[in-house]
Nanobody
Framework: QVQLVETGGGSVQAGGSLRLSCVAS????????MGWFRQGRGKKREPLATIDDLGSITYSDSVKGRFTISRDNATNILYLQMNAPKSEDTAMYYCAADNSIAACYSDSVASAFNYWGQGTQVTVSS
């Protein structure tokens, strides 16, 4: 069973920047689709961005233009660069992976991924 581990969370000032990373427990694991999600307190899990193994990317409207997803195919590390975060971006952030590229484009993307990390907390203060 592949495990995903997120790092890089913490406290950040509004308008600052933060970069999250996600590493798989098996370095040889190369999923066809990876993504970032978040869940605020009392809220549903929200998809933020996905990237497939060809480099095609999707973003939610809530982070488009501020956050950037990227993936190092050599190391299979997934990143989320968070620029100009706002207080409403405060949440637990999760990375996810799936062997099917279709997960990146599912109408129910939050339920399309098989592998999830434990999450890393991001707190944005104004």
């Amino acid at each position: 069973q592949v495990q995903l581990v997120e790092t890089g969370g913490g406290s950040v000032q509004a308008g600052g920047s933060l970069r999250l990373s996600c590493v798989a427990s098996e370095s040889s694991y190369s999923p066809n689709c990876m993504g970032w999600f978040r869940q605020g307190r009392g809220k549903k899990r929200e998809p933020l961005a996905t990237i497939d193994d060809l480099g095609s990317i999707t973003y939610s409207d809530s982070v488009k233009g501020r956050f950037t997803i990227s993936r190092d195919n050599a190391t299979n590390i997934l990143y989320l660069q968070m620029n100009a975060p706002k207080s409403e971006d405060t949440a637990m952030y999760y990375c996810a992976a799936d062997n099917s590229i279709a997960a990146c484009y599912s109408d129910s993307v939050a339920s399309a991924f098989n592998y999830w990390g434990q999450g890393t907390q991001v707190t944005v203060s104004s």
